[in-house]
T-cell receptor, first 112, second 114 residues
Framework: RKEVEQDPGPFNVPEGATVAFNCTYS??????FFWYRQDCRKEPKLLMS???SGNEDGRFTAQLNRASQYISLLIRDSKLSDSATYLC?????????????FGRGTSLIVHP | EPEVTQTPSHQVTQMGQEVILRCVPI?????FYWYRQILGQKVEFLVS????????KSEIFDDQFSVERPDGSNFTLKIRSTKLEDSAMYFC????????????FGNGTRLTVT
């Protein structure tokens, strides 16, 4: 089983739609979780950290389910500018062993 | 907002040549990383660096690769005897010494080996 797995998509949705992505991870000792956004041929940019109790940032909501070892990202009221690849990132170490591991990403295309 | 800077943005080299990719991490960050992303593939960890030494490295990071922080600001990745399959985006990242802090990435260097 891959360390971090994501459905590559693409998810093709109209503006205003709600879309959700899931990500599963294999290591139950994982400690921190993030969603990054990556535009074509650009660097990953932090979208949000994912906390155990779930957290929201505007139109974006992240959830963590440790028992089932998955995290999710919900995007409400999709905008054209949300079109990008969304990367799930999981880290299991700390200090010098803090090694964030990336999923392959889920592609989102928002169309008019 | 402080940012990680990488140079050059694009490097073209011939197979067998050596390249040095440069990064200036955010000034108060203590942990530094190199990742690479082959076109169409996922972002892969290469190496992490803390307190002037390598903390962790992946199996990709073999003897062909080396890192150093020569002057307290620059963080470099050297690739010796480049191969065609080294063509990729190379991202530098850094993070502060705080629990579970996320990585901050530079804009990347696109390496093309011909």
């Amino acid at each position: 089983r891959k360390e971090v797995e994501q459905d590559p998509g693409p998810f093709n949705v109209p503006e205003g739609a709600t879309v959700a992505f899931n990500c599963t991870y294999s290591n139950s000792a994982s400690q921190s979780f993030f969603w990054y956004r990556q535009d074509c041929r650009k660097e990953p940019k932090l979208l949000m950290s994912v906390y155990s109790s779930g957290n929201e940032d505007g139109r974006f909501t992240a959830q963590l389910n440790r028992a089932s070892q998955y995290i999710s990202l919900l995007i409400r009221d999709s905008k054209l500018s949300d079109s990008a690849t969304y990367l799930c990132v999981v880290n299991k170490g700390s200090g010098g062993s803090y090694i964030p591991t990336f999923g392959r990403g889920t592609s989102l295309i928002v169309h008019p | 907002e402080p940012e990680v800077t990488q140079t050059p943005s694009h490097q073209v080299t011939q197979m067998g040549q050596e390249v040095i990719l440069r990064c200036v991490p955010i000034s108060n960050h203590l942990y530094f990383y190199w990742y690479r992303q082959i076109l169409g593939q996922k972002v892969e960890f290469l190496v992490s660096f803390y307190n002037n030494e390598i903390s962790e490295k992946s199996e990709i990071f073999d003897d062909q690769f080396s890192v150093e922080r020569p002057d307290g600001s620059n963080f470099t990745l050297k690739i010796r005897s480049t191969k065609l399959e080294d063509s990729a985006m190379y991202f530098c990242a850094s993070r502060p010494n705080s629990y579970n802090s996320p990585l901050h990435f530079g804009n990347g260097t696109r390496l093309t080996v011909t």
